[in-house]
Every structure is written in C-alpha cells, then in structure tokens.
C-alpha cells in the first residue's frame, strides 16, 4: 500500500519501540489522518513475522471497519471474535474482537497465553478500563499498539498506566498544514448559554441537566444557524435523545432538512446514507456520531453537548476535518456559544489547537469579540502573540513601579555611610542562617522603613539592619527617606540628625517651593541639636 510520510514513519517508530523491549506502545494521529492504515500495516508486519494479530475495540462498527481497511489494504481477511463468533476454528491470523465478549473469564480461558503474540487497541483512551485490563493481562507476553486521536481521558486517569511509551504523535495543526486535513475556522456565536446550574457526573456534565439547560435556547439556536451554516452540510451534537429530535423538528420548522439518528434508530444506516447523499443538510445525534462514523463531506459541526472532557470535543469536531475536493470543501466551520459557567472549565475551539492554557484563554476571549469565521492557526498564532504582547506590557508596568519604588527607596550603603555605621559596612556573616537570602518578612520591613531591600545581600545583614532601624527610631533620629531627601540637597551627615531637626530642614525647603532657602549653606549646615 502506498503510505504517507508521516504513516510511514509512526509504522517504523512503532517497530523501534517493540524493537527495545518496550512491549505497550501508544499511536496518536488526529481523526481523519488514517490510523486504520498505519495499524492495517503493523499488522500485515506482525503476521509476516509469524505473529497472530487481535484488533480489540469496544464497538461493533469499529471492528468492521478495522476488518475492511485490513482487507482492502493488505488482502488479509479478519475473524470475528464476538457473540457467537469465534475465531478459535479459524486458519486467519486476524482476529477482530470486541473487548466486551472477550473479557469473560469464560471465554477468556478458552485461549493460551501466548495465542496471540500482537494486540492493536483501537480507539485507546479507553484501555484503562476493567475490561481491556482483564484481557491484556491474559496475554501478557503480547506487544500491544493503542491508537487514538485523543490520548487524555474525562476522568483524568493517565494511560500511562497501560502503555510504556509513546511511539509516535501526528498533531493536528501539522496535518492541516501540511493539506491532509481541512483548514477550521471557528466562529462564536453570541447568545448566551446558562448552565452554571448543570450538576457534574463522571467527571463531566450531566446530560441529563444539560438537555433541561438547552431547551429555552433551541429556537435562537436555530435561528442563528440559519445565518451562520447557510450553504453547509451540518452535523449537531446535543446530550439527550428528545433534545436531539425536538431540535431536528426546531430546524425543520425554519426551512433546513434535518434528519435525527440516536442508538435506538432502526432506519439509522438509511438516514446516514442518504445525509451522505445529499437528501439532508443537517444531521442531529445524541453523542452517537463520535467514534467510527465518516462522512468527509461534513464541513458544518456545531456543539450543543459542552463538554469539560478534550478527547470527546476533538472526537465531535473530527467529524468534520477529513478532506472533499470532489464535492467542492474548503474549510470546517466549527460554531461555538457563550456558554455561562461559573464554576467549570468548558473545552472550546482554542483547547484543539493550543496547549498553553493562557493562550487558549485569550483565543476564546479573541473568537468571542470578532464576531465572523476565524481560522484556528491564525487565531492561536495571534493570541499567542497577544499574550506575549500582555506579558510584555506587564513586565513594562513591574519594572517601571520597582524604578518609581527605588527612587524612594535608599540604597543600604549610602544609609550605612550616612549613619556612620562601620559595624554595618564591614558585616560579614558568620552563622548559616545568617547566609542565606532575606526573607520575605524582612524584604517587606526593611522596605517600610525606606531601605531598599534588593542590595541587602544576607538574613544576618537585614537582621543587622532592621536592629539598628529600630533603634535610631525609638532615639527620635532621622529615617532612612529623611537622609535621602536632605542628602540630594547636598546636606552632610543627616544621619547623626534628630528627627525633628530633619522634618523642620524638609518643610522650609518646600514652603519655599522644594528649594533650599538663600540663607542656608547647605554643606556647612548644622542643626541645633545632633545626636
């Protein structure tokens, strides 16, 4: 088969990983950049090298379409291992199994621990639950590939816990770059969504609350859409069965075709053939559509399901991403709302693209304000920009008030030489205590009395200092901003003044307008009384 660059080089790394004894590896490839082709040829490798192959997934419509890409692309046939169907009378060295009817003990049994020497997990983010550990572990010298477009998980548990490493990782932005996948411009829509009130399950939303939380919204919805996926071939997320159909009717009403599927449709092969077709431009489902369903001509996603879990937004947002020339595609427009939330971080468009958090703030924030399409490259690259730019005029900010603050502040020296502190210049510390930095108490006291605390170099010094401050303060001498002051004047030891003799020096000098008045000789200056 003919693979892509980057298929060819996650099938070799993949080898690497097996090759140096790290036997549970992990495939991260966005929706639509064909994992199924990478896998099909692992397995053809494995079964040439004499190996027997288990595709493991948890749902029936993934095991046939893993069956039909290995078929289709290596010539190898598949067994079934699932309900009824064994594979254990079959000469296929592929075996296809759902995780939900090999996780028996009973059937599980049936198997030796060696019988298949390779097990490649589809959609991987869920291999941390019971039932994919309970069949790993039967086949414990086995090497094992997860694949997944999406390797985080709602409930936070880390993979890491299954896989050893990471063999290989095909970002989306580098696909889209790169032409494989469709350009995304996301657009926010302003209508204000409350669901500040939807209680949490599982680690994400109730579905339950949210369909109650949609419902006021579903006309306005609707309406916006009119405007927003005019000309689109449109699928809708929505968290509950009713909501999905009484929107599907909302849509209808308002001149779209819309067609509706959840896991109860009979019709529901009919109805996604003939969205596919063309009989409907827009396609409503309850959560049914995020794994294992393509339809490349999707250029229109709009999610009504917020969601605080990133592989199940990028698992919906995937429906859309895969390329259509033939029927004239150039974009997915992805639409979002204001969704109102006090208490939870929401995924949104920004959380597909950005991994740094403030950039993903300040994206949302951005998307939100422009009010039309905007590509997420672009977005992402000028939020970027504009967090550096906030950072920067922060930075600005902080170093322009610390410049104001030191030139309040006195310099520790010129007050120890002012002072005539030899005891304080000649410090040296002796203790360890006394050699480390100031601490945070001590920067902030040294600073209420005058002193600039970043030229203070020790504990012991600032100890040394802060003493003497108290002292000269309960004697009635001149602070440390005093001497300052009067020393820029040109006024000599202010620091043997008394304090009374120091404000009377500073409150002629600004009666006569902050200059010092034509009588005084400020470097022969004595006051009255000196210390």
């Not at 198997?111 to 039932?131: K, L, N, Q």
């Not at 405007?227 to 689109?232: D, P, S, V, Y």
């Not at 069965?241 to 849509?251: C, P």
Request: net charge neutral.
């Amino acid at each position: 088969m003919q693979m892509r660059p980057y298929q060819q080089a996650a099938r070799e790394a993949i080898h690497a990983e097996w090759n140096d004894g790290r036997r549970r590896t992990l495939l991260v490839l966005p929706t639509g950049t064909g994992k199924t082709i990478v896998f099909a040829a692992v397995t053809e490798d494995q079964v040439r090298s004499g190996s027997r192959v288990l595709v493991l997934a948890h749902r029936g419509e993934l095991l046939e379409q893993a069956a039909d890409k290995i078929k289709r692309s290596t010539g190898l046939a598949s067994a079934v291992e699932k309900a009824e169907q064994t594979c254990l009378d079959s000469w296929c060295r592929v075996v296809v199994g759902s995780v939900q009817s090999l996780q028996r003990p009973a059937r599980l049994e049936q198997f030796p621990a060696d019988y298949f020497g390779t097990i490649i997990i589809d959609e991987a983010h869920h291999a941390i639950t019971d039932g994919y550990q309970r069949v790993l572990e039967h086949f414990p010298e086995a090497n094992v590939l997860g694949v997944t477009a999406t390797p985080d998980r709602g409930d936070m548990r880390n993979l890491g816990e299954v896989f050893d490493s990471l063999a290989y990782e095909y970002k989306l932005t580098q696909a889209i770059r790169e032409g494989y996948l469709c350009p995304i411009l996301a657009q926010t829509i302003p209508l204000q969504l409350d669901i500040s009130q939807v209680a949490l399950s599982g680690g994400d939303f109730a579905v339950g609350g949210l369909g109650t939380a949609l419902d006021p919204y579903l006309e306005q919805i609707a309406s916006e859409m009119q405007t927003a996926c005019a000309g689109r071939k449109t699928v809708v997320f929505l968290p509950l069965i009713k909501t999905s159909r009484k929107f599907r009717d909302i849509l209808n009403s308002k001149g779209f075709r819309a067609a509706e599927v959840n896991g109860q449709s009979e019709d529901r092969t009919e109805i996604l053939s003939d969205f596919s077709n063309g009989k409907y431009n827009v396609l409503c489902n309850s959560m049914l559509l995020t794994e294992g369903w393509d339809c490349p001509s999707v250029d229109c996603i709009v999610v009504l399901r917020p969601t605080k879990v990133r592989s199940l937004y990028s698992q919906m947002v995937g429906r859309g991403t895969r390329l259509s020339p033939e029927t004239g595609k150039k974009d997915l427009l992805l639409l979002d709302f204001l969704w109102l939330t006090e208490r939870h971080e929401l995924c949104r468009p920004a959380d597909i693209i950005c991994e740094n958090r403030e950039v993903s703030r300040k994206m949302t924030e951005n998307l939100a304000q422009a009010g039309c399409p905007e590509d997420i490259e672009q977005a992402a690259e000028q939020a970027s920009a504009d967090v550096v730019a906030q950072r920067e005029e922060a930075l600005a900010k902080q170093l322009a008030e610390m410049r104001r603050r030191k030139k309040k502040l006195v310099d520790p020296l010129q007050y120890e030489m002012s002072i005539q502190a030899e005891d304080l210049t000649g410090y040296v510390p002796s203790f360890g205590w006394e050699m480390g930095p100031p601490s945070e108490k001590q920067t902030a006291a040294l600073e209420k009395f005058g002193i600039l605390p970043d030229a203070v170099e020790s504990a012991g010094k600032a100890q040394m200092l802060l003493d003497r401050l108290n002292k000269r303060r309960g004697a009635g001498l001149t602070t440390p901003k005093q001497i300052r002051c009067l020393e820029k004047y040109g006024f000599q030891h202010v620091g043997t003044w008394q304090f009374s003799d120091a404000k009377y020096m500073i409150d002629r000098i600004a009666a006569n307008g902050w200059r010092v008045p034509q009588a005084i000789t400020p470097s022969e200056y004595k006051p009255v009384t000196v210390w």
